[in-house]
């Protein structure tokens, strides 16, 4: 199956700072979704990216869908407590058929030091 | 609005003992997805069904799982017989339907430990 390649694996930050994380494709995909986890919940849609080098933002999290399609990236500025969690890539590719299953990275763990 | 529904939250079997998930989505939603999330590893589908349609299972192992969503609104994942690698937590997801801007909502999972 398709394979998606997210780092870093762990983050650990002061409050505050800033965060990046990327994820990257060896396969060109039409949809970019970025995810949240927190512990014992179900992923939490952050943002959803449709075009090719589009940037969106969501308060403190921008994220931006590479311009070959195979790639996007997450920030999140000024980070607090609660942006603890493990944050996924997910992928799509909408085949009209329907809304097909996503591929999702392996997640970058987000710890945030007092 | 209720989000997706999904029990029991946890399940602890013994190794080949049958075990049975329940997924209730959003109202109104006609897609509905069910995934299996590895320790350390992000979700993996495994099936999706269209309303009581399974339009795609090319990754549910069948010798031991089954799904079924009958009259197209609730679903159930059944393992039968269970192994110690199944230990996972599953999630189930449903969707509006058809259309680009037609994203998944997830439920809080099942976790499964197989003994």
């Known amino acids: 199956g398709q394979q998606l390649n997210q780092s870093p694996q762990s983050m650990f930050i002061q409050e505050g700072e800033d965060v990046s994380m990327n994820c990257t494709s060896s396969?060109?995909?039409?949809?970019w979704l970025w995810y949240k986890q927190d512990p014992g919940e179900g992923p939490v849609l952050l943002i959803a990216?449709?075009?090719?080098?589009e940037l969106t933002s969501n308060g403190r999290l921008t994220a931006q869908f590479g311009i070959t399609r195979k790639d996007s990236f997450l920030n999140i500025s000024a980070s607090i407590p609660s942006d603890v969690g493990i944050y996924f890539c997910a992928v799509r590719m909408y085949s009209g058929g329907g809304a097909d299953g996503l591929t999702f990275g392996k997640g970058t763990h987000l710890i945030i030091q007092p | 609005e209720a989000g997706v529904v999904q029990s029991p939250r946890y399940k602890i079997i013994e190794k080949k003992q049958p075990v049975a998930f329940w997924c209730n989505p959003i109202?109104?939603?006609?897609?509905l997805y069910w995934y299996r999330q590895n320790l350390g590893q992000g979700p993996e589908l495994l099936i999706r069904?269209?309303?009581?349609?399974?339009?795609?299972d090319s990754q549910l192992p069948k010798d031991r799982f089954s799904a079924e969503r009958l009259k197209g609104v609730d679903s159930t994942l059944k393992i039968q017989p269970a192994e110690l690698g199944d230990s996972a937590v599953y999630l189930c997801?449903?969707?509006?339907?058809?259309?680009?801007?037609?994203?998944?909502?997830f439920g809080p999972g099942t976790r499964l430990t197989v003994l």
């Open positions: 997801a449903s969707s509006p339907g058809l259309g680009v801007l037609n994203e998944q909502f």
């Open positions: 069904y269209e309303n009581e349609e399974a339009v795609d």
């Open positions: 109202s109104g939603h006609n897609t």
């Open positions: 990216l449709y075009k090719a080098g």
């Open positions: 396969s060109i995909f039409n949809t």
